[in-house]
């Protein structure tokens, strides 16, 4: 009987255990990637209008936070999962055709148009057109700025993009809503305008279950601009239109390419995104660049790396939180981010960023196009969202598209609490990228703006800047200068008693060496200093490079001419009228050419960086001239330095902007200066016999260190010389 019991424990227990087995077999068919993210499935629906954009891009993470750390924009606490029935299938999904308003009930736009009236623009810095084709932007145009210097076209920071009449981009619109695990493409769908005023505009769509047309869900989506601010508001709001729970997700345009004047340097723009560093800062004040977040948006389009920009390994692994996403040019910057918490109490009122994740879970990219037409949007997809029956949520977004200047962005309490001053970088990039220092450049920005506020042009600022740094940077290039000169002299009076060692040692190499280190203790002549006289010179570089990378990006000297309009008073001459162009002394018009193989596009004749030439020419006979006999390859190299100097340089430069060249002409003109003054007192220390009077080193100094150091290593040289011969004796 016990062995019969026994035998029926032994037998459930094994069918059990075969069955638990089965079950975690059959759960877990499911592969994970090695991120950890699923790839939820993408079974859109028909789309209600003809358009190619898919459903979302990448993959799409599974949230698991409360919908009150959602909301309230600070830490996501990680909620455990709670087992629920499967919501039922929506089937086939379609949009419900809302009623059409004729152009008259629309006004003059059958687009809807919100801000300034461009010819009499009033209180708002921008205005923006919007469209109801996914409820997306038709363009958005600045007020203050233009795009050429002549002012005839305001400056258009966003746009939309047709590369075929499929193949289109509306940034901010709507691209795709999933209904209880089913897509439906949004790209072309037409919204109804519900709403029309001149700082908002709202604008909202329905969509249903195509069997029966019965309505389930409605967004609404609600465009806003405030006076005096480069903010676009889009409130979106999703409301269940049934008495069952629906998860709703949705996918949408985020920015989309800037603007790229082409030209010198190339194309500068950049994706950046600001994140939150819990670990670091736990209370969530700060915000922070992504540690390589400068990306060219070429390499944002070539990279698949980049087909899901947020979250990426680096911020998975860290644990950051994406605050918000920009896309750059050289002066202008467009930034998506969640509302900012604005709170009232004692201290007044405070402003706090909130994180983008949760509430939205996938920030990728979107190209359309090919080769070098192809364009760029950034895309956000939300985390699912659980709608009761009857009820609603908002998942709202705020646009910054405005210039990267520090009065704009540095002063504002929401730019602050965003840290969007980050975004204004001083950076050529290269090798020069680990010489720019952000503070040295903002600071000689600033001293700049001082300059302009005392001089009225920027021109005159730029050149007295040059000025005052090559005043303070004087001794120093005095003293490299002065070093070099001198012992080149020393080097060369002491020729023919060098000749002379050299044909009584040509056997002795060793003996050779010690009787001219011994020459030149006499004569007090140092070697080593020809080297440490280039010291001084490369410590000026980060300064250099700074002002380089300053006077390309600041926008304060974008469209600002220079001396005055001096060149302006006569008719319409471009010439310097503009400091961020090339300075247009003759302009070709129709004569414009494209040169081969190099593809500039050449369509003036600068003068400054003929100037430049000619100036480097001159500079050259000013220059530090070594006094000792170089032999030919030497010379032949020297030869070519010139050449480079006085020719390669000027065509380097020759469509830089013209507020660069008068810097660098400016700089060129102070260091011919710098050099007349060296030579001066070369001829002085000379004439008085000083140039060849021995100076004894310090006792315990730098230079007595070195000495004694060169010396040691002499004798160790001849030590290892005279060894082998004393083992070959």
């Known amino acids: 009987m016990q062995r019969t019991l026994i035998t029926i424990v032994l037998i459930g227990l094994g069918l059990g255990l075969v069955?638990?087995?089965?079950?975690?077999?059959?759960?877990?068919?499911?592969?994970?990637?090695?991120?950890?993210?699923?790839?939820?499935?993408?079974?859109?629906?028909?789309?209600?209008?003809?358009?190619?954009?898919?459903?979302?891009?990448?993959?799409?993470?599974r949230d698991t936070s409360s919908d009150d750390n959602r909301d309230n924009g600070l830490a996501a606490t990680p909620q455990p999962e709670s087992v629920e029935p499967p919501l039922p299938d929506p089937g086939l999904l379609t949009v419900i055709p809302g009623p059409r308003r004729t152009a008259e009930e629309y006004g003059d736009q059958v687009d809807p148009v919100i801000g300034a009236a461009l010819d009499q623009p009033g209180d708002y810095p921008l205005q923006a057109k919007l469209t109801i084709i996914g409820a997306g932007v038709m363009h958005?145009?600045?007020?203050?700025?233009?795009?050429?210097?002549?002012?005839?076209?305001?400056?258009?920071?966003?746009?939309?993009?047709?590369?075929?009449?499929?193949?289109?981009?509306?940034?901010?619109?709507?691209?795709?809503?999933?209904?209880?695990?089913?897509?439906?493409?949004?790209?072309?769908?037409?919204?109804?305008?519900?709403?029309?005023?001149?700082?908002?505009?709202?604008?909202?769509?329905?969509?249903?279950?195509?069997?029966?047309?019965?309505?389930?869900?409605?967004?609404?989506?609600?465009?806003?601009?405030?006076?005096?601010?480069?903010?676009?508001?889009?409130?979106?709001?999703?409301?269940?239109?049934?008495?069952?729970?629906?998860?709703?997700?949705?996918?949408?345009?985020?920015?989309?390419?800037?603007?790229?004047?082409?030209?010198?340097?190339?194309?500068?723009?950049?994706?950046?995104?600001?994140?939150?560093?819990?670990?670091?800062?736990?209370?969530?004040?700060?915000?922070?660049?992504?540690?390589?977040?400068?990306?060219?948006?070429?390499?944002?389009?070539?990279?698949?790396?980049?087909?899901?920009?947020?979250?990426?390994?680096?911020?998975?692994?860290?644990?950051?939180?994406?605050?918000?996403?920009?896309?750059?040019?050289?002066?202008?910057?467009?930034?998506?981010?969640?509302?900012?918490?604005?709170?009232?109490?004692?201290q007044g009122e405070t402003y706090r960023a909130r994180a983008m994740q949760p509430m939205f879970s996938t920030l990728g990219r979107h190209v359309i196009g090919s080769g070098e037409d192809r364009l760029l949007a950034l895309t956000l997809t939300s985390a699912p969202r659980k709608l009761a029956g009857g009820a609603s949520q908002r998942i709202d977004l705020e646009i910054y598209a405005g210039p990267k200047k520090k009065e704009v962005l540095a002063d504002d309490p929401v730019y602050t609490a965003l840290g969007l001053e980050q975004l204004i970088i001083y950076n050529i990039g290269g090798c020069c990228s680990y010489l720019t220092f952000q503070w040295l450049?903002?600071?000689?920005?600033?001293?700049?703006?001082?300059?302009?506020?005392?001089?009225?042009?920027?021109?005159?600022?730029?050149?007295?800047?040059?000025?005052?740094v090559r005043l303070l940077l004087h001794p120093l290039t005095k003293k490299s200068q002065l070093q070099m000169m001198k012992v080149g002299k020393q080097m060369a009076s002491l020729k023919p008693e060098m000749e002379k060692l050299k044909k009584k040692y040509k056997d002795n190499q060793s003996k050779l060496n010690q009787e001219m280190m011994q020459l030149y203790r006499e004569k007090g002549v140092n070697p080593a200093a020809m080297g440490l006289g280039c010291l001084p010179m490369f410590l000026q570089m980060p300064i250099w490079i700074a002002l380089y990378a300053m006077l390309y990006f600041a926008i304060e000297l974008r469209h600002e001419s220079a001396l005055y309009g001096l060149f302006q008073m006569f008719g319409d001459w471009k010439f310097m009228a503009d400091l961020s162009s090339a300075d247009r002394f003759i302009p070709l018009g129709k004569a414009a050419f494209t040169i081969p193989l190099v593809g500039w596009h050449i369509d003036s004749i600068n003068l400054l960086p003929m100037l430049m030439g000619v100036v480097f020419y001159f500079q050259q006979k000013y220059m530090a001239q070594p006094q000792a006999e170089m032999s030919e390859q030497q010379a032949q190299q020297q030869k070519i330095m010139k050449v480079m100097m006085i020719f390669l340089f000027p065509v380097m430069l020759y469509k830089a902007p013209c507020g660069l060249t008068l810097y660098i002409l400016a700089s060129t003109f102070g260091g011919i200066i710098d050099s007349k003054l060296v030579r001066k007192e070369l001829k002085r220390l000379e004439d008085s016999g000083e140039l060849f009077k021995k100076k004894t080193p310090k006792q315990g100094g730098f230079m007595d260190r070195l000495q004694k150091a060169a010396e040691a290593k002499q004798r160790e040289m001849q030590q290892k010389q005279q060894g082998p011969k004393k083992r070959r004796k």
Do not use: C
Not at 22 to 41: D, F, H, V, Y
Not at 45 to 52: F, I, N, Q, R, V
Not at 443 to 465: E, K, Q
């Open 441 to 468: 450049a903002k600071f000689l920005l600033a001293f700049l703006a001082l300059l302009y506020a005392g001089l009225a042009d920027w021109g005159v600022a730029i050149i007295i800047l040059v000025i005052v």
């Open 140 to 346: 958005v145009d600045l007020v203050n700025y233009f795009k050429e210097i002549d002012k005839k076209e305001h400056y258009r920071i966003q746009e939309r993009f047709l590369a075929s009449d499929e193949d289109r981009i509306y940034p901010m619109g709507v691209r795709s809503v999933e209904i209880n695990g089913k897509w439906i493409n949004l790209a072309g769908a037409l919204w109804t305008v519900d709403q029309h005023e001149t700082d908002r505009v709202v604008m909202s769509i329905t969509i249903a279950r195509q069997e029966d047309n019965s309505p389930l869900l409605k967004i609404t989506r609600t465009y806003r601009v405030a006076p005096g601010r480069y903010d676009l508001q889009l409130e979106q709001e999703l409301t269940n239109l049934t008495d069952d729970p629906l998860t709703v997700r949705l996918n949408q345009f985020a920015q989309g390419d800037l603007p790229m004047k082409g030209g010198y340097m190339g194309d500068r723009r950049t994706v950046l995104t600001g994140y939150f560093n819990p670990q670091y800062d736990p209370s969530r004040t700060r915000t922070y660049l992504e540690d390589d977040a400068q990306h060219t948006r070429a390499n944002v389009i070539e990279d698949e790396d980049f087909q899901t920009i947020w979250p990426n390994p680096n911020s998975l692994e860290q644990k950051y939180e994406l605050v918000y996403a920009a896309m750059s040019n050289r002066y202008f910057t467009v930034a998506v981010h969640r509302p900012i918490d604005k709170r009232s109490g004692e």
């Open 19 to 61: 069955l638990m087995l089965a079950n975690k077999e059959e759960n877990g068919s499911k592969p994970i990637p090695e991120n950890g993210r699923t790839t939820e499935p993408q079974d859109a629906a028909p789309p209600p209008a003809t358009s190619d954009v898919p459903a979302a891009d990448g993959p799409q993470p």
